[in-house]
């Protein structure tokens, strides 16, 4: 058996057999250019995600209320950046690098998960995204550790053994507010009306309108459905939110005996598909300030570069 | 140099304990070894899970190839007797 | 000598010098040049919130009036934040941030070494956690000086300039009121003027060999142990402080 003389159709029947096999694809191995542009969409959209979420959360390390909490968010919010270097990373094993990636953002080619495209306006913002938003993530990032490219798996482990700790900190947050004055309490209510709705659209489209689902699911890329997944979010967050004494801003919320799930109402998604569109209340803002960012980092990478090259003109000087 | 182009892709190795091997962890960039090194600190051990770091440049690794895999390991699949589980052992003695 | 509120008054210029330094470094969250320096970054900041917190809460201990890390960071406006001024000046570009960093590391590493041997064992034990960091981030701030200042013309214009402009700052690092001579004296507190030639030693080469020039010493302005700052500090304050006053008298 010649490897390197398989036919196109043999290499991508042992592709299939090996994923159907529960084992992982590594950089190195043959793919399908599909497979490859999936995964490249797929991980640095999540990367781009980690990055931008920085923004609405950084929004608030200047002011957070405690010195404790301010250090907590701080710290956070570097994971999350973090979680961006790790999956920038994964995804640099496909042949991207970090350039075309960046680009990509900044031209409006690559998307970030639009929840951040929601302002954070109170403290309590802090807290429903640690507990909603990290929250939802978590389930999908949990999912994800079974993902059949190696490098991501291997993201998504690291990623969720520090993003536990991230969930508990926002549930902490808005357990506090909902547990002190009445102003408090509103704030956080206030919060849970805003992120909710945004959080269960995290998990994408219903699986009979979601346009990448199938073949990610036979690819064992996803391995859970949106709607599984959403389900899932649901099921777990609802008791949180009624031991906080906070209200979950659906009226068709109902615990169904049957199904032994929560029932919940629509989505809305035309909002959705608008925020998706790029008109959010934040998008502009998110890639101008990433853009900025970059931009004024120019000189500075720059320098980098010509400091090693005169580091290395002086060092070949020296042997001559 | 070229404008616009990031600075090279470093890998990290991180030992947790002593007495590990290092394992692969992820990659990142710097300009140099020095500076990967520092950011392997800042950016893969920022809750304390290491007590050695190695970088290498990803460019200098050579890796085998998929396309060797056959020739390069499955030979070694036909020599069971290197494997302990290999070798019935009597129920007297129970362990080795 | 009764050393406790002088003692309680100088930790709480240390413990403030470290917050509002702690609070500019944050400001580089999600701004930084790139993403492995935006992590080193915040790095550096938990270390300075991290100090701020013990040197604040050692405080409120040697004060004994009920007040603890929070009332004594949130509740006191600019003319009783003892910080130095060099601390409290806005982030600027990234020179600019370099340049201080540089400067207020190569300080500390005199300055916490001699901590270390204070007669407060608390204070003592403090300086010796943050030498260690202090340590690295000299080691980093070191290597972006020389980065910046042998990199590019810009990069090497930038960086003079933004020592140019904080040169006249860093005298006050060397400078101790009278109550700071007393705790000198009584082998509590280093003595400042005593570590500008260690300082000097750590900063004048690096500097040369960043084919920078050492600014002159043609101007200096000081006053944050005495209250009096820069306007930047009101609103670094007005930021910082904002929930607590907003919302007073609340848990978060």
New interface residues.
């Given amino acids: ?4 003389n398989a036919s196109p159709e043999e290499l991508l029947r042992r592709f299939q057999a090996r994923i159907d096999a529960e084992q992982r694809i590594e950089p ?3 793919m399908p250019e599909a497979y490859r542009r999936t995964l490249v969409r797929q991980i640095s959209q999540h990367a781009h995600s980690e ?1 931008i979420g ?2 609405p959360e ?1 929004n608030w ?11 907590v968010l ?2 956070k ?3 999350e ?2 979680h ?3 999956l ?3 995804t ?1 094993t496909l042949g991207v ?3 075309e990636l960046v680009e990509a953002l900044h031209e409006g080619r690559a998307k970030y998960a639009s929840i951040f495209n929601y302002p954070t306006l109170t ?1 309590a913002d802090i807290g429903a995204i640690g507990w909603l938003v990290d929250g939802a993530a978590i389930v999908n990032q949990i999912s994800l550790q079974r993902t059949s490219y190696g490098p991501y798996a291997r ?1 998504m482990v ?1 990623i969720c053994k ?1 993003e536990s700790f991230h969930q508990r900190q926002g549930y902490e ?1 808005i357990l ?2 909902a547990r ?2 009445a ?2 309490k509103a704030m956080a209510q206030d919060a849970l009306d805003r992120w909710w709705w945004p959080s269960l659209m995290m998990f994408g489209p219903h699986d009979a309108e979601s346009a990448h689902s199938a073949q990610s699911m036979t690819w064992k890329i996803k391995r859970q459905s949106n709607d599984e997944l959403r389900q899932k979010f649901v099921d777990q967050t609802v008791p949180q939110a009624e031991f906080a004494g906070l209200v979950i801003p659906d009226p068709q919320l109902l615990w169904n005996a049957e199904r032994g799930h929560y029932d919940f109402g629509p989505i809305d998604w035309e909002e959705f598909n608008r925020v998706v569109a790029g008109n959010g209340m934040c998008n502009r803002d998110r890639i101008a ?2 853009r900025r ?1 970059h931009e ?15 580091k290395r003109e002086r060092a070949a000087q020296d042997a001559a | ?1 070229v ?5 090279p ?1 470093f890998e990290v190795f991180i030992r947790s304990r002593r007495g590990l091997d290092h394992k692969h ?5 710097a ?2 070894h020095q500076q990967a090194l520092e950011y392997a600190r800042d ?2 051990t ?2 304390s899970e290491g007590v050695s770091i190695w970088v290498v440049r990803s460019g200098d690794i050579v ?8 020739e390069f390991f499955d030979p070694m699949d036909d020599k069971p007797y290197r494997h302990a589980t290999h070798y019935r052992l009597p129920p007297e003695v129970d362990n080795m | 000598m009764h050393a406790e509120p002088e003692l309680f008054h100088y930790t709480l210029g240390l413990a403030d010098d470290a ?1 509002v330094l702690g ?1 500019r470094l ?2 580089w ?11 080193a970054l ?2 550096v ?2 270390d300075f ?2 100090r ?2 013990m040197l ?1 809460s050692h405080a409120a201990t040697l004060e004994g009036a009920g007040r603890d ?2 009332a004594l ?2 509740l006191r406006d600019c003319r009783e934040y003892r910080n130095l001024l060099i601390m409290e000046l806005p982030r600027g ?2 020179a600019f941030s370099t340049a201080r960093q540089f400067l207020v590391d190569a300080f500390n590493l005199p300055f916490l070494e001699d901590l270390c041997r204070s007669r407060d064992p608390e204070l003592a034990g403090i300086a010796g956690k943050a030498l260690k960091e202090s340590r690295y981030h000299y080691r980093r701030s070191r290597d972006w000086v ?3 200042g ?3 013309a ?2 090497h214009r ?1 960086l003079q300039r933004a020592f140019d402009e904080i040169w006249g700052y860093t005298h006050e690092l060397f400078r101790a009121g009278e109550a700071e001579q007393r705790l000198v004296a009584a082998g509590f507190a280093p003595d400042r003027p005593a570590l500008r030639a260690r300082w000097e030693a750590l900063v004048v080469p690096v500097l040369a060999e960043a084919t920078l020039r050492r600014p002159e010493d043609a101007w200096s302005v000081d006053g944050g142990r005495e209250g009096t700052h820069t306007e930047h500090l009101g609103h670094l304050l007005s ?2 402080q ?3 006053r907003a ?1 007073p008298g ?3």
């Avoid at chain 1, 004024?296 to 005169?310: I, Q």
């Avoid at chain 3, 999600?30 to 935006?38: K, V």
């Fill in positions: 058996m010649n490897d390197s190195k191995d043959w990055v920085m923004q950084g390390i200047l002011r957070a209320p405690s010195l404790r909490r301010k250090a701080l710290a919010v570097q994971d950046g973090g961006g270097l790790y920038y990373s994964a640099e690098s970090r350039e403290w993201g690291r520090e947050v506090t507010l002190g004055s102003e408090q300030h990433h960012a004024e980092g120019e000189w500075v990478r720059e320098a980098v570069r010509a400091h090693e090259e005169r | 140099m404008p616009g182009q990031h600075m892709l962890v992820g990659s990142l960039h300009e140099t950016c893969y920022r809750r890796a085998s190839q998929e396309e060797d895999a056959g | 917050l609070q944050c400001e969250c999600s701004n930084a040049p790139f993403l492995e320096e935006d992590l915040a790095n900041a938990l919130m991290g701020a917190r604040y890390e929070d960071a949130y570009d990234f020389l980065r910046l042998d990199g590019t810009e990069s930038r930021e910082l904002f929930m607590q919302y609340l848990q978060w």
